[in-house]
């Protein structure tokens, strides 16, 4: 195949992540450059999917002027000989059918679409979406579509930067356990753990292991984690919004183990690897848990 391979996958970052191993065996498998349609605070995780060529940035159409600024650059990126939506919204439905295409490209959306957005694409895959189903197998579905095989173990290729634990948190150094990250917050209220519960967590941790505990998350979260920390009365550090995208991942990767919430942190510990415990509320965890 010549030309190049558009995918879209605006948000977020588990979405992301759980498209990244079907991206993986498209750019394999076809030998052509990928680029990845994203929303601008997503971009610095899709950076580090080594699958990806070029990370085309698209603002949300909540901001129309910027949105059409944002789809102007794409279109004068050049021409895709093959379109991969992995959103099936009607948001990112409308970027893939802008993108400028070779004559005769296809533009493929995933089992799940919705919101009309499937009148968008030339074809999608069957069987149908599956709520059963996890939603990395739901996005490899898409490839039998592509003729390409789906991999009997998913791959997640990932490149996070090198990251000094003992530099980062100068302050657990009289800690020699494990280092386990801890990512106690969520977009969603209803997913979140109750805060005790995770400082209840986080004291039988550092007092039964003397695990160095790194609390991760958004600028936002900092006072809340701080407020996790000292009900939890042990050492622990505090690293919400101190960290990018990237160096979260790097942080992540020295870990032994994470505890989280149903949430982005979640995903990219599942996807370097590291083993996850994650409490489940309202979501179904065969669908949306940490894969594998």
């Known amino acids: 195949m010549e030309g190049r391979v558009l995918v879209v996958k605006l948000s977020s970052l588990g979405d992301a992540l759980h498209a990244l191993p079907a991206v993986a065996e498209i750019r394999d498998a076809l030998g052509v450059p990928v680029d990845w349609a994203v929303q601008p605070q997503f971009a610095g995780l899709v950076s580090l999917f080594s699958c990806v060529d070029r990370v085309v940035t698209v603002s949300r159409p909540s901001s129309p002027v910027q949105w059409l600024r944002d789809v102007r650059r794409l279109r004068a990126g050049g021409r895709y000989s093959l379109v991969v939506d992995f959103q099936g919204l009607l948001k990112s439905a409308a970027v893939a059918r802008a ?8 533009v493929v959306g995933p089992p799940f679409s919705r919101e009309g957005s499937r009148f968008f694409y030339t074809e999608k895959p069957l069987p149908p979406f599956s709520p059963r189903r996890h939603a990395v197998d739901e996005c490899l579905a898409v490839l039998p579509v592509l003729g390409i095989p789906v991999p009997d173990v998913p791959r997640f290729p990932l490149r996070v930067p090198e990251t000094d634990l003992a530099a980062l948190a100068p302050e657990l150094a009289s800690l020699g356990g494990p280092a386990v990250a801890v990512a106690p917050f969520s977009r969603w209220e209803s997913k979140n753990w109750p805060a005790e519960r995770f400082a209840e967590a986080i004291r039988i941790i550092v007092r039964e292991s003397d695990a160095r505990v790194f609390v991760v998350g958004g600028p936002g ?14 050492p622990a550090a505090n690293l919400c919004g101190r960290l990018s995208l990237a160096g979260s991942a790097g942080l992540v990767a020295k870990c032994a183990a994470m505890l989280s919430n149903d949430s982005g942190p979640m995903h990219v510990a599942a996807a370097l690897g590291v083993p996850c415990v994650a409490p489940f509320g309202p979501t179904y965890a065969g669908r949306t848990g940490p894969y594998g």
């Open 99 to 106: 993108a400028r295409r070779e004559k005769g490209a296809r």
């Open 221 to 234: 979260d900092r006072a809340g984690a701080g407020e996790i920390i000292a009900a939890a009365g042990v």
